[in-house]
């Protein structure tokens, strides 16, 4: 019994180590692109609330550490706001946030560790990036932990609404997910929020899931 057992072990281990190589040696590809995509809403007050998802793209490259366990990645995502009509009451003020929800299949450790960080134009300053001062917060460092079974939502940046449009694009963040047995799956997000004295309104726009 011990021995069919102790053979059965084996195969399952041995099936999941082929997965995790097949998929690092699928990594590489040139980039996914996706189409453009904008939802909107008209609120109670009379306004019409976009959201748009644009210029994503996902590229999944062979981990530097070259271990079946580490998926590693480039993502760029634009995300914009746009407040149209003539509502009955102003906005009082509204918000953009752009990011990706990331999840992992298996843990093959306690947890797994997911470290982002931004593109050279958000790497330009050592303690902040210059996006700050122009009124957008992008972080260019980010570290959780992923279980399995679990989609964390990690924003890449955010931005208040000073105008009817607003816009945050980051362009080549890198990504790693390290401890991961198969696939890692990211999928974009984008959302737009404002508040006025009579509603509070949120809306989203997702993008198509891919796999590193």
């Known amino acids: 019994m011990s021995s069919r057992w102790g053979y059965t072990g084996i195969t399952i281990v041995s099936a999941m180590l082929c997965l995790a190589l097949n998929g690092a040696a ?13 939802v909107s809403k008209h609120t109670d007050d009379g306004w019409t609330v976009s959201a748009s998802k644009l210029r994503e793209k996902v590229r999944s490259v062979p981990p530097l550490d070259q271990s079946p366990w580490t998926r590693e990645g480039y993502l760029s995502l634009k995300g914009a706001a746009d407040i149209r009509g003539t509502g009955k009451v102003a906005v009082n003020s509204g918000a953009l946030s752009v990011g990706f ?5 298996t843990d093959v450790t306690s947890g797994v560790t ?6 050279p134009t958000a790497q330009m300053s050592i303690s902040y990036p210059p996006a700050v001062i122009l009124g957008a917060q992008v972080m260019p460092n980010i570290s959780t932990t992923l279980r399995p079974g679990t989609i964390s939502d990690v924003s890449f940046g955010s931005k208040k609404l000073a105008a009817a449009h607003a816009g945050v694009e980051l362009d080549g963040v890198h990504l790693k997910v390290s401890g991961c047995l198969g696939p890692v799956a990211v999928r974009a997000y984008v959302s737009v929020a404002i508040s006025t004295p009579l509603n509070d309104n949120t809306i989203h726009v997702y993008g198509k899931p891919h796999y590193l």
């Open 26 to 38: 699928n990594a590489g590809a040139a980039p996914s692109s996706f189409s453009d995509r904008t």
């Open 114 to 119: 997911l470290g982002v960080t931004g593109g």
């Open 101 to 105: 929800a990331v999840a992992c299949n």
